[in-house]
């Protein structure tokens, strides 16, 4: 019971933070048009959720009960991959065929490349 609620108190923390994040990320590009707020959000999340779980495994840190905080509840959240799923449907319906281009290769190219650097990071830090 305690993990379930850990889970939810981390999603709950990275739900706000993604509407804090991806809400002022918006606001500060001034974009009506581009869901820059979404990629920012799933590109930190990309490189967070791979350079913490690298750490975990290769370092022995984190238990099981710090992990389902962070990876499930928090990150969980805290990434938006159904919205931007939403925001790319939301492009192609309002036939913005090159906006939609963008942000789904924006999106997973920029966020497998965080990914990859989350891992690099873990390896260069702590070899």
Do not use: H, K
């Not at 350079?51 to 805290?78: H, K, N, W």
């Not at 492009?91 to 920029?110: K, P, R, S, W, Y």
């Amino acid at each position: 019971m305690r993990g379930l609620f850990l889970i939810g108190v981390g999603g709950f923390l990275g739900a706000v933070m993604r509407y804090s994040l991806s809400g002022a990320v918006q606001w500060f590009t001034q974009s009506f048009r581009f869901p820059f707020g979404t990629l920012a959000v799933n590109v930190l999340g990309s490189f967070l959720l791979v350079f913490l779980a690298s750490m975990a495994d290769s370092l022995g840190v984190f238990g099981p009960t710090i992990r389902s905080f962070v990876f499930i509840g928090f990150l969980g959240a805290f990434t938006t991959f159904s919205t931007f799923s939403y925001e790319s449907t939301l492009l192609m319906l309002d036939g913005e065929g090159i906006l939609t281009a963008i942000n789904i290769i924006a999106n997973v190219g920029l966020c497998l490349a965080a990914a990859w650097c989350g891992r690099a990071a873990v390896y260069w830090i702590w070899g």
